[in-house]
């Protein structure tokens, strides 16, 4: 296989090799070494490339799959290197070389193939881990059950149900908006969709929500599945085009992110890849939306119930999307006591289903987070990601901690309840 | 390598301090100076010094060469590997060991990032003054090596102005501990001595640094310029003038377009040929008794409009913008050659004009941004590495510009060492009899010659030396 291919050649030789981007790096942080950081990986990219490097080497599989794709070297890096794509490729150009072991590939082909291609699979996926949470049988599992065990319940059926394809808008109809429901927010964060739709349609927008859309393909993506990716962000892109050419709300970063970029993900095909640009300029992050369209009668209506809050930046939200400012200003209008989080925009170590496959290093880069969150002296903290909010969860629990871990739209609903009793 | 020598190494340093497959070192090839590679055998990555003494111990007895590395930004090719031998790297070693806030000093471990240490202060009212444009990224301990400047080091001084104490792991393993903060050492100065020796006669493992307290008042304005000739001699009228900004950049079209279109955005206006970037600090009387003046200069020089920076935040954008100059550059082509040459402020307009040329007459892309105030000049030339007759001509046009510079009486290296880069060019500027004096000081602390060899003294003054003056 031409070597060319394995990496995104032309995007790796934006890099001058300057290092400006190596402090901010969570992965150099922890090992100081120059190929766990992103100037090191762009380099061991590029020697792939020109073949000084065989793709197969374990050691640039292990960097690779090291790196937890936060794209904070993005934001520091003045030549404009997009090291997003360069991951997002040289992962996919790995599993084309590189064989994993049996129980690996097994895991990715169910997980990315089968459960997060189906509702039913996913639902399905949802109780049993319920089940074995509840159980205990996580923990007879051993290793292989750890995550289960430290992960946060899922919640019951009951919080699990489908957004209801149309809901109407409260008190004056002022437009129209569709909502993206996810695989796993619906499964793991119903409560957060349901406080997503109720201040959508509060604050007067008629909230659709396509049926039987299942995932964006953000999680494919980021793994190395890009054919998995193509398939279902065009699956994406139809479903979505059926509900008119309303703006789509994502309450999740990781996902935003990605639909955001589906014109460079469909690249290579000019008429998706115009259709991708279309549906992508319609994505908007839910504070994004909400902060260009809040009403006056929000302000000021928070006290302290939900006591000091502390915004922490998901990386696919402030480097993926450079959404920085909305969120911070949505939450002091509705009149929260906010005070900021030291590093916010540094990795909490969630990155998607990084925090299952490798633990320990999530662990690792989420100590730096729990410490600065205590410093900040608050007792709430919000975030806008669901891996990110599991990662707060069970990270502060474990921590020993005593905190709340909400949703920005979980604290504009509770806002919005207190300003217009029901 | 001799076999049961990397066990010995990880049982030093643990297994993560050290680091032996191909893949992994190939990381470490270069440094900021990517047109020359060398592979390394070993990298080793100590905690603290008594595992930085260990592995020197075991590597000296080996004969193994040995290189340090802050973080590998250097531009002159100091951190560059040598065949067969060790790098050892100081990113593990990133603790602030202590802050004296009534004797205003701190001490720190080697590889503690140069703004970590600034951030890690400014609570007390201080901070750490040189400030190279790499400072989100370089180490104070490749800052020792280099002895580093930056935008504010015309008002404050470059780093060895900065350094108090050491504590250095010899050649041999041994230590010597400096690290006690005097102002007036007793003997000969070695921790001067060792300030810029580019990792030749020792490595510091922990430094002293001087801390200074922030300036009640900072102003910083931008003049833009239609001519970077004007932008020049406006700098050149502001020495002459006697005045004394903290900080005096200069940047041209070029820069500024590829800045624009980065993430350090500043709001330079494109259509400007040049901005001079000018920061004065100190009282309100102070700051004005600068900044009224240096403006009259800018518009005597034909500034078209001078615009000051209205709050803290816009000040902060300015000097990103300034210091993203050399990363932005990225966005022309692959690959960046950042010249360092200091010339006669009297003589500013003339070398960068000439630079120019140098680079135009072989097809180059060439931009200046420049500490001014220093006469540090920086010309950049855009490149791509694969093109190895582009490579020629960029090699060619920097021993160009040399040439000039030393003609017109200025010297090799303003701030990014010698290095690789200009070993050469130590010849131009110093008689045989002082590089024999050079290597004389170097073999009193590494009479092997294994720290950092064939680095900065051109490999044959050396050897004569050797030769002619050596009894075995
Ligand atoms: C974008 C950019 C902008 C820059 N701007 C400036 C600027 O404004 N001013 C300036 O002066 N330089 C500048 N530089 C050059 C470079 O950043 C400096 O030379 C810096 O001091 C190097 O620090 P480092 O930690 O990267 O050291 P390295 O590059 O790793 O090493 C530099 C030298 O010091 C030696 N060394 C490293 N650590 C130690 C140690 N602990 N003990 C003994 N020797 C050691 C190495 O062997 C080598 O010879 C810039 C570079 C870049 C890429
Ligand atoms: S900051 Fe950008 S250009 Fe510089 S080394 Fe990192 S990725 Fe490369
Ligand atoms: S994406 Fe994050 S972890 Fe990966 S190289 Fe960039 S900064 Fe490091």
New binding site residues.
């Given amino acids: 296989m031409n070597p060319q291919e394995l990496v995104d050649y032309t995007k790796s030789l934006d890099c001058i090799h ?3 981007c190596l402090r901010t790096c969570p992965t150099y942080q922890l090992t100081g070494a120059e190929s766990s950081s992103p100037r090191g990986r762009i380099y061991l990219m590029r020697a792939v490339a020109e073949g000084e490097l065989a793709a197969t080497a374990p050691e640039y599989r292990e960097e690779l799959d090291f790196c937890l794709a936060c794209r904070h070297c993005e934001s520091v890096c003045p030549a404009g290197v997009r090291f997003g794509e360069l991951i997002e490729s040289a992962r996919s150009g790995v599993e084309k070389v590189q064989r994993r072991g049996f129980l690996a590939r097994t895991a990715r082909r169910i997980g990315f193939g089968t459960v997060l291609r189906s509702r039913a699979w996913l639902s399905l996926t949802a109780t049993s881990m319920r089940l074995a949470q509840r159980t205990g049988a996580a923990r007879l599992l051993g290793k292989l059950g750890r995550p289960l065990v430290e992960m946060s319940t899922v919640p019951p059926k009951s919080e699990r149900a489908p957004l209801p394809a149309t809901t109407p808008a409260v008190g004056p109809r002022r437009g129209e908006v569709a909502m993206l429901e996810g695989c796993a927010m619906r499964e793991l964060f119903g409560r957060v969709n349901r406080a997503t739709v109720e201040v959508l349609t509060g604050i007067g927008f008629e909230t659709k929500v396509p049926q039987g859309h299942v995932c964006c393909g953000a999680l494919h993506a980021h793994n190395g599945d890009l054919d998995g990716a193509r398939e279902l962000a065009r699956d994406t892109i139809e479903r979505f085009e059926a509900t008119g050419n309303a703006p789509v709300i994502v309450n999740s970063a990781g996902c935003g992110a990605h639909m955001k970029a589906y014109a460079h993900l469909l690249k290579d095909d000019a008429a998706w890849r115009e259709r991708g640009a279309r549906f992508s300029a319609r994505v908007k992050d839910f504070s994004e939306f909400v902060a260009a369209e809040m009403p006056a009668d929000f302000a000021g209506t928070l006290g302290d119930e939900l006591g000091t809050l502390t915004y922490d930046d998901p990386c696919h939200l402030c480097h993926g999307q450079q959404v920085r400012a909305q969120p911070r200003t949505v939450l002091e209008r509705c009149g929260a006591k906010r005070v900021d989080l030291p590093d916010s925009e540094a990795c909490c170590g969630s990155a998607g289903i990084y925090s299952m496959l490798r633990p320990d290093d999530s662990k690792a880069v989420f100590a730096k987070k729990a410490a600065a969150f205590r410093s900040s002296g608050a007792q709430t903290l919000v975030t806008a990601n669901p891996g990110c909010h599991m990662q707060w969860e069970s990270g502060l629990a474990r921590e020993g901690v005593k905190a709340r871990v909400l949703h920005v739209a979980e604290v504009l609903a509770a806002a919005l309840r207190k300003a217009r009793p029901r | 390598m001799r076999a049961g020598v990397l066990e010995e190494l990880r049982a030093a340093l643990g297994p993560a301090g050290v680091i032996a497959d191909p893949t992994r070192l190939l990381a470490y090839e270069c ?2 100076l990517a047109l020359l590679r060398q592979k390394p055998a070993v990298v080793l990555l100590p905690r603290n010094t008594e595992e930085c003494a260990r592995a020197m111990r075991i590597l000296h007895r080996e004969k193994i060469p040995v ?9 002159s090719g ?2 560059t590997p040598v065949d067969g031998g060790a790098l050892v790297g ?1 990113a593990r070693m990133r603790d602030v060991l202590e802050v004296n806030v009534a004797d205003r000093y701190a001490r720190v471990q ?1 590889g503690v990032v140069n703004v970590d240490l600034t951030l890690a202060v400014e609570k007390h009212g201080l901070f750490y003054a040189p400030d ?3 400072q989100a ?3 104070i ?6 002895n ?4 504010h080091c015309f008002k404050h001084g470059a780093t060895t102005r900065h350094i108090l104490g050491l504590v250095i792991v010899r050649d041999d393993g041994s230590v010597l501990d400096l690290a006690l903060p005097r102002p007036d050492p007793d003997g000969f100065d070695l921790v001067g001595l060792f300030v810029g ?3 030749m006669f ?4 922990e430094v002293t640094v001087r801390l200074v307290p922030t300036p009640p008042v900072t102003e910083t304005f931008l003049a833009i310029f239609t001519d970077l000739d004007a932008a020049c001699d406006a700098v050149s009228d502001s020495i002459a003038a006697h005045l004394e900004p903290s900080a005096l950049e200069i940047l041209d079209r070029l820069t500024i377009e590829a800045v624009e279109d980065s993430v350090f955005a500043a709001g330079y206006p494109r259509e400007a040929e040049a901005v001079l970037l000018v920061e004065a600090e100190g009282t309100e009387v102070e700051v004005e008794a600068t900044l009224a003046p240096m403006k009259a200069i800018a518009l005597r020089r034909g500034a078209i409009d001078v615009r000051r920076a209205r709050s803290a935040a816009e000040r902060k954008k300015l000097w990103a913008g300034r210091k993203g100059a ?2 932005a550059m990225g966005r022309i082509a692959p690959d960046l050659y ?1 010249a360092d040459v200091v010339v006669p402020r009297t003589k500013l307009r003339e070398l960068v004009a000439q630079s120019t040329r140098i680079a135009r007459e072989r097809r180059l892309k060439l931009a200046n941004v420049f ?1 001014a105030g220093d006469g540090n000049l920086h010309p950049n030339i855009s490149y791509d590495r694969r093109d190895k007759d582009e490579v020629r001509r960029v090699l060619e046009a920097s021993d160009e510009i040399m040439k000039v510079v030393v003609a017109a009486g200025g010297s090799l290296t303003g ?3 010698v ?1 690789l880069e200009k070993q050469e060019f130590m010849s131009l500027v110093f008689e045989e009899r002082d590089l024999h004096a050079m290597c004389r000081v170097r073999e009193a602390w590494d009479p092997a010659h294994l720290l ?1 060899p064939g ?1 900065l003294i051109p490999v044959h003054a050396c050897r004569e030396m050797r030769g002619t003056e050596r009894p075995k």
């Avoid at chain 2, 290189?67 to 531009?75: C, M, S, Y």
């Fill in positions: 300057c290092g400006l | 440094d900021g290189v340090g590395r802050g973080a590998g930004t250097g531009l100091g951190a100081f080697a190279p444009s790499s990224a370089c180490t301990g490749g800052n020792v090596g280099e580093s400047g930056g935008p020796s580019e990792g020792g490595l510091a493992t050399f990363g950042v500490h701030e990014h060492g290095g950092n680095k």
